[in-house]
């Protein structure tokens, strides 16, 4: 999910000043505006700790008028509070219509800190993030606009900033920095569940990568400028129950794009892919068979744990996954897996909701089914080519996750690779393909077709990164233009997931 | 919530069959509509042991053509369901397009049966109603009609019934009827949360008065053709997201109504409110300043235990509210209660949600809040007068449940009494009224006009109940045309609620 939010973009100083005052007018503006209507503001201000959070709610408070804006910390809740039920403290800080309420930690701290600490479980999480949806549902439907911003980091940058800012002032350094710092992955794994399920149609949440001090405020200020535009334009009674659109990156970054003129927001995460990568024919021939050893092994090892296995293949045409997956299957025996090539449904696979032919096909204990193509095709092909509407594809993200961590919670191993190619090594592919006699059969007109369409398949893995890769169902990127390292690669990647999972 | 499936309806053998007829022809039509449409039917049989699910399904089974349609009983798990994620046995188990599938026995019966065992605990079964809600909404978007219906038995009922039927048949007694009957009241607690949990606009359920076994085959058919009917007709794609309409009791009595010409529907839980009720005057007076003692001493009681306390008195214009909330606040220290009588809201309470009038004033550890009407208004007098739009009426009732809910899991005790009373009843107070130069300013025209007004009142009450009525958040209904009754009533049922409190 924040793979999406690591990719390194940043904005010039000249290209910051004309922003920011692009900004700054604009705001004003939307808030005479919000002053005048039934509506009220609440900025959620989150995000891992050294982003900046600090920072940001003060670019806000000098952005806004005054009047009307009330900042409220939440820190330990006080007596008066304690003897009420929870939600007291944030119901007295509400906003009235026509004002501003910027919320610096709010209701979604303590679930995240508690579960990240081990002082909670999932269950409490996902219990707690239902309280808050339901809120949040609540004063969307009377007026309030809700914008939810998370100030992502990666790790190192992470460990820097709060290195630096320890150096700088002791007084600035919260004393649970060391622990956070610690349990990064704890903490980043539950964040990204409690974005994911809270992430609703009508209060969104908007992750922005807080590196570059420039990038991450001007895209905070576009995005809230998005977001009032939006709510302030439509005169009608704020949609009751929005479908869930899980999910905005995407619009962000041409949010973004727009007052940028650099371009900086319309990266994705296929550039951060290393095409350069390879492997000698040397290296292949001595790693390829010792890694095809351990995989048979572990394949019988897990068939006696009676774990299963589940495998998905995508990737351009011509990426190598046909030759990947064989690398795959000739290392076990054949009684323990079995491929499923994905092309068009049949008819009574189209009788039946899509996620069906994939049920369908999960395996039994100690099994393992690899998928060549797979549900991923509803965001992919079905997306670009409009097979599916819009709607019909956001929503299926939510129902993949959902899918997904079905297969996890009941112990299956799940590996799921994308194989990266650049647009020259797809062509020099082709080429070839149609120059053998024996590969014409697997070009078509399609595939050339396809290549027109580079640009959206990028924009669709993109997303699909953002929205299905979590903690517990990551997608693995393969740098494919040399398919020996990406043969390799994927060999070395299955064995280490199945000697974790039978340990 | 199921004391409205509580009110002895029944039909005659005559009305019974000719309604009969009516329906099975009906369902018969729709079939063939659904057979040649991409939609699909899921029937959901659940509710109480000795309900007579069995005789449903296969009254559904006569009913229908048999032809495309499968019963599916999810006993134990097979070797081969154990082996895979839990809900494949339900995906594999889903109706193709055109096609029917009842389920008897279905996603919800062992998340509830665990928790009423014991076996799980809140928060497990809240994240089990998520994977569920999350599921039926895949589903119902992909086209799939969900009837979810409840079969209901009050405690009496169903004892006779599980003794008579064992006397039958040993054989039909499943083994866990003891345990359910001893546990009725874990066993509903779990299925009204479970059921207000997943009660959603796309696959929202029909609560089944099932005492009467005519009524109940009339009642089950009926929904089921109006189900279909309006699924049907409506030729666009399903609601993707429509808005949670929590209950749908009443358009189901309507429903139902519109079937049978008796009436028998048509009955409110004010309705069986025994306002023949009464207290000699003697017996009031021994009885009161008892009463009065004990509740002054348990208010300082709780004060000391830092437990607070909120009322609510709600009823008919006259019912003796006021003089009711006297006799309690005159019991009390004045330092530990507060009460807050609720007119039209303030400038800076309108400038808010309307729950945020009642946040305010929750009272600190140990003190009390009686609010003299309160946030019910929305379904009452905002509803009847259509001040809210129906829209905003209908969520109120999820939003006033959480809002509840957050008071009783911090400790907070709630009493909620409807004051009842019938219409001569209050003809002859208003009269009283009039006649007394101290008590005319009571009585004003307004008063006269909701008096028209009392059959909309009537229903609103109705869905209240059945709405807000939960195990942990109940409702007393009050008969209320004797005053003293209704005092001495009222006061004892404070103290018990109380005093169970303290203990």
């Known amino acids: 999910m924040f793979e999406t939010a690591e990719l390194g973009r940043t904005v010039s100083k000249a290209e910051f000043r004309q922003a920011e005052q692009e900004l700054h007018s604009r705001i004003l503006q939307l808030q005479q505006k919000l002053r005048n209507s ?284 046909g030759s990947a997956i064989r690398r795959v299957t000739s290392a076990m025996d054949a009684r323990l897996y079995r491929v499923i090539p994905i092309a068009a449904p049949s008819d009574e696979e189209l009788a039946h909701h899509y996620l069906w032919r994939f049920w369908r096909h999960i395996p039994r204990a100690g099994h393992m089914t690899i998928y060549d193509r797979s549900w991923y095709g509803r965001v992919l092909v079905e997306r670009v080519e409009k097979f599916a509407s819009k709607q019909q594809w956001l929503r299926s993200y939510q129902e993949i996750n959902e899918f997904e961590e079905q297969l996890v919670d009941h112990g299956t191993i799940l590996c799921k690779f994308w194989i990266h190619i650049d647009q020259d090594e797809q062509l020099r592919r082709f080429k070839l393909r149609q120059q053998d006699p024996r590969k014409q059969h697997k070009i078509t007109d399609e595939d050339w077709r396809n290549r027109d369409k580079w640009h959206a398949y990028e924009e669709a893995v993109n997303d699909l990164v953002a929205h299905t890769s979590t903690s517990r169902t990551p997608w693995t990127l393969m740098a494919g233009n040399d398919k020996k390292f990406a043969r390799v690669q994927i060999l070395k990647t299955i064995c280490e997931r199945m000697a974790l999972a039978s340990q």
Not at 236 to 243: G, I, K, V
Not at 258 to 275: H, I, R
Request: net charge negative; hydrophobic share 40%.
């Open 38 to 321: 039934t509506r009220s503001l609440i900025i959620i201000v989150s995000g891992v700790e050294g982003a900046g959070k600090g920072e940001v709610v003060d670019r806000l408070n000098r952005w806004l008028d005054s009047r009307d804006v009330q900042t409220h910390a939440f820190w330990d809740e006080t007596d008066e509070e304690i003897q009420r039920p929870r939600y007291w403290r944030y119901w007295r800080c509400l906003p009235a219509r026509g004002s501003v309420a910027i919320m610096f930690g709010s209701w979604y701290t303590s679930p995240i800190v508690n579960l990240a600490l081990g002082q909670s479980d999932q269950a409490d999480l996902d219990e707690e993030i239902n309280r808050i949806n339901s809120l949040e549902q609540t004063l969307s439907v009377d007026g309030a606009i809700i914008v939810k911003l998370w100030f992502h980091l990666p790790r190192q940058i992470q460990k820097q900033r709060l290195e630096s800012d320890a150096k700088v002032s002791k007084f600035k350094k919260s004393p649970l920095l060391e622990d956070f710092s610690k349990s990064y992955d704890a903490f980043l794994s539950v964040s990204e569940r409690a974005i994911r399920l809270s992430d609703t149609g009508y209060a969104p949440w908007h992750i922005i990568e807080a590196s570059d001090l420039r990038y991450r405020d001007i895209a905070m200020g576009s995005i809230l400028v998005n977001c009032l535009q939006e709510a302030l334009d439509d005169e009608q009674e704020p949609a009751t129950n929005s479908p869930a659109r899980p999910g905005h990156l995407l619009d962000d970054d041409d949010i973004i794009a727009g007052v940028l003129k650099s371009g900086a927001s319309k990266t994705t995460v296929l550039d951060s892919v290393d095409l350069s990568q390879h492997l000698d024919p040397a290296s292949y021939d001595e790693q390829l068979p010792a890694l095809q050893e351990k995989l048979g092994q572990l394949a019988w090892q897990l068939f006696q744990q009676r774990r299963n296995t589940v495998m998905v293949f995508e990737g351009w045409d011509g990426a190598g996954k």
